[in-house]
C-alpha cells in the first residue's frame, strides 16, 4: 500500500509540474506568420482579407501605424499590433512589399453586376475623374497602370469590389482615417453612393498584369492632386 501511495504521489506531483515549451524560431517566417494566417501572401480574393503582398513598403508601414495608433479601426488588427515597435512594423511592411506572387482569377461580388452605364462611369472617373465635383483620377496618385507608387502610395487592381466599397464607406463614416490633411476621406465625401459602385466595379473587372510593380515617384504629376498627410509625414522605411 505505501509503494501504491508513493507511485501516486509522484504521479500526481509530475502532473503539477510546469510544461516545459521550446521558443519559437526567431526568424522572420515566424514573426509574420500571423500575419500570414490572414493575408495568405497567395491570398484568396477575400474581401475582408485583401492582397498586401507587393503593396509599397511605405504604404503597408503607414497602414500598420495607423491601426496600431488608433486612426484605423479593426479590433483584431489592432490587437496583433498594439504592442509592436516601429521596427518590427518595419519589417513585417518589407517582408510583404517583397513578395510577388501571381494574381488568382477573379472573384465574383458586386462588381460582377455592374452594368456597361455603370463601368463606364467608373472608368471615367479612374481614367480622367469628374473636374465639375473636384474628383481627381485615380490614375493621378495610384499610377497609370494603377499598381500604385514607390513609396507610400497602393496599387488598386486586384483588390475585391466588396473590398473597395467597405473602404470608401469607412473613410465616409470616418473608422478608417490618414494623418490630416487625409485626401481619400477627401474624395470619398465627393463620391455619391453610385460612384463608388462604379469604382469599385470597374477596378475588379481589370486584370493585373503579373509583372506589374509599383511605378516610381518621379511618375506622377507634381503637385498631386490633393495633399495627403500620410505622404507629407514621409513615414517610410
Wanted: with cysteine; charged share 15%; aromatic share 6%.
Amino acid at each position: 500500500m505505501r509503494s501504491l501511495a508513493r507511485l501516486m504521489l509522484a504521479s500526481a506531483s509530475l502532473s503539477l509540474a510546469a510544461p516545459t515549451w521550446a521558443a519559437p524560431p526567431d526568424t522572420l517566417q515566424q514573426r509574420v506568420a500571423a500575419c500570414i494566417a490572414c493575408h495568405a501572401v497567395e491570398e484568396r480574393r477575400d474581401a475582408y482579407f485583401p492582397r498586401i503582398a507587393g503593396k509599397p513598403a511605405g504604404y503597408l508601414y503607414n497602414q500598420l501605424l495607423n491601426f496600431r495608433d488608433g486612426r484605423r479601426n479593426y479590433p483584431m488588427m489592432t490587437y496583433m499590433v498594439a504592442q509592436l515597435s516601429d521596427e518590427y512594423l518595419r519589417e513585417i511592411a518589407e517582408f510583404f512589399a517583397a513578395q510577388h506572387p501571381v494574381y488568382p482569377p477573379a472573384a465574383p461580388g458586386s462588381g460582377a453586376n455592374a452594368g456597361a452605364g455603370a463601368l463606364a462611369r467608373g472608368r471615367q472617373l479612374v481614367l480622367h475623374g469628374d473636374a465639375s465635383r473636384k474628383i481627381p483620377a485615380c490614375v493621378s496618385c495610384h499610377g497609370a497602370a494603377l499598381g500604385g507608387v514607390a513609396p507610400a502610395i497602393p496599387g488598386l487592381l486586384g483588390l475585391p469590389s466588396d473590398y473597395i466599397n467597405a473602404q470608401f464607406g469607412a473613410w465616409r463614416s470616418g473608422t478608417r482615417r490618414a494623418a490630416a490633411p487625409d485626401c481619400m476621406a477627401d474624395i470619398a465625401g465627393r463620391l455619391a453612393a453610385d460612384d463608388v459602385a462604379a469604382l469599385s466595379g470597374w477596378l475588379s473587372q481589370q486584370a493585373p498584369d503579373a509583372a506589374a510593380r509599383p511605378a516610381a515617384a518621379q511618375s506622377l504629376p507634381a503637385p498631386l492632386p490633393l495633399r495627403c498627410g500620410g505622404l507629407d509625414q514621409q513615414v517610410t522605411p
